[in-house]
Each structure stands twice: as C-alpha cells, then as structure tokens.
C-alpha cells in the first residue's frame, strides 16, 4: 500500500510519473539505477529482492483521489521511472499498467510508455486508449548474449520490437531509448544495423553508458560516443525521425536539439529536454 502515486517529476519523458510497482523483474545489469538507489536507501536488501516485482495494490484507489487534483497541470505522464510497466512476462503487472493508461487517457491524461517488454496488441484499441499515447523501447543491441549478460530477463530484442512495429502499424507514436548504449568492450556490434530495425519509430533518443566499470574502462570512449551520436545523427536526419543526443554523450552538447520534440510530426507534445542522470530503462 502507498499513500500517493502520481508525481511530478523531472524525468524528460514526462512533466508527471507513475511508479505502480515495486522492483522490476528484468533484472538489468547495467547496473540498474533505479535498484542502486532502492538499495542505498534500504528500502530493499539485494539483487534478488529487486526482481521480484510487487505491484502496488492500492494504485488505482490513489489515482481516483489523485487526477482531479493534478489534471489541469499535466502534459503527460510518464510509465515508469524506476520500473518498467510492462516487464516480461509479468501478467499482473501488465493488466495493472493498462487499467492506468486507460484510466488517465479517459480524463485525457496522456502517458508516455518506456519497456523492455513486449506492448500488449489491444493498447492499438483507441476506444479504450488515446492514440495521443507515445510508446518506446528501449533498445541498445541486437545481439542476444549481450542481453543475457546485461538484462537477463526482459524480452528479447526481435519481440520488443515486433511489438512497437505493431503499434506504429495501427497508427501510434512509437520511439526508441537507445540508452545506456554499450561500449564496444561489451559487445561488438553495428550500430546502424540496430538503428536499421527501428527506422520506423517517430523519434531515437541515444546516451552513453554511465556508472559501469568495464564501460569506463573502454579508453577512447569520447570519441567513441562522438562517433556513435555522428551516426544516430545523420540516420535520424535521413530518415526523417526526431532525435536527441543526451547530455554528456557528445563532446559538445547540441542545445538545438533539447526542445525537438516540440515541433513537427508529433502533433502537441510537448517534452522539455532537461539536464539529468541518464537512465537504466
Ligand atoms: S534498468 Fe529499468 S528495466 Fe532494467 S531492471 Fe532497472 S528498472 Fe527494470
């Protein structure tokens, strides 16, 4: 049980964020931030506690008293900060996180979506679900070990995807989080064969790793990035998708791009780009 859900935050997805569930059972190794913090605060003990994900069982009685309040001030909400809301396999969590998205979309709240999940076919049902929803994965490897090694348990690269193509398919707003993006001594791979398999999403928001040792271990990571945001660059520009470069990715920062999703195809969003920690999910 909580005692509020709804918050506003500074996370750039979303002026509001939802943190329906406790843990996340993707259990990613980057590390994940959202657990290192849970841990340094003692609100959990370990690894194996974080991944067994608990929902919170009073979230849609805190979202009745919570919506009037809040409404008029929201421009979109965010699923989720420090979880994924719709996490592999995890069929509790998903049905909750639909009953959400509905529930704020009928006061025309709109959310943005973030997972390593695979999206359930019926958010396309826009009787139930605003088609002002914007849907994202995050994908940063195509390659399968990587994923075993650095995010055991969510969903494989190919479903993820296949899932998000399905929404754009039916009309949505789709994007990809292409962060925390590996270094190479963590995996060898095309980066424009990644960008390849998502070149129909609206928007690609690419960052560096941060917080992992290895990663930092890799010398020439700043050219490396460099050349990284050079290709996401010139790939997004060719194919007409939004894009942005997060801070401390590129040698230089590009404030050009901070307010991007501002303008053109993706109608009335309005997302602010603000300096922050990069995230895990
Ligand atoms: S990084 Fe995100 S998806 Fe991975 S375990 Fe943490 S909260 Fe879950």
Not at 47 to 60: D, F, S
Not at 244 to 267: A, S, W
């Amino acid at each position: 049980m909580r005692k509020s859900l709804l918050y506003r935050s500074n996370v750039e997805y979303g002026d509001f964020c939802i943190n329906h569930i406790e843990g996340c059972s993707n259990g990613c190794k980057y590390p994940c931030y959202a657990m290192m913090m849970k841990i340094r605060y003692g609100t959990i003990k370990s690894y194996e506690e974080w991944i067994k994900p608990k929902i919170v069982g009073n979230a849609l009685e805190l979202l009745e008293k919570e919506i009037p309040r809040h409404k008029d001030k929201i421009n979109f909400v965010h699923l989720c900060f420090s979880t994924d809301p719709f996490m592999y396999r995890q069929g509790e969590v998903a049905d909750l996180t639909l009953k959400i998205i509905e529930r704020l979309n009928r006061d025309n709240i709109r959310c943005t979506v973030l997972t390593k999940g695979v999206y359930p076919k019926e958010l396309a049902n826009i009787k139930k679900y605003s088609n002002e929803n914007i849907y994202g994965i995050t994908l940063v490897s195509l390659d399968e070990d990587f994923k075993k090694s650095f995010e055991p348990f969510s969903a494989p690269f190919e479903n993820r995807i296949k899932g998000l193509k399905y929404l754009h398919s039916k009309g949505l707003k789709t994007w990809v989080s292409m962060e925390p993006y590996p270094t190479p001594n963590l995996v060898q791979q095309d980066l424009l064969g990644v960008l390849k398999k998502i070149s129909f999403v609206d928007k690609i928001i690419f960052g560096k790793l941060n917080y992992n040792v290895r990663s930092s271990q890799f010398r020439g990571s700043k050219e490396f990035y460099q050349d990284c945001a050079s290709t996401v660059i010139e790939f997004c520009k060719d194919n007409r998708i939004e894009y942005h470069i997060k801070y401390g990715t590129q040698k230089r920062d590009n404030k050009r791009t901070e307010n991007i999703f501002e303008r053109t195809t993706l109608g009335p969003l309005r997302l602010g780009y603000k300096k922050q920690p990069s995230l895990s999910l």
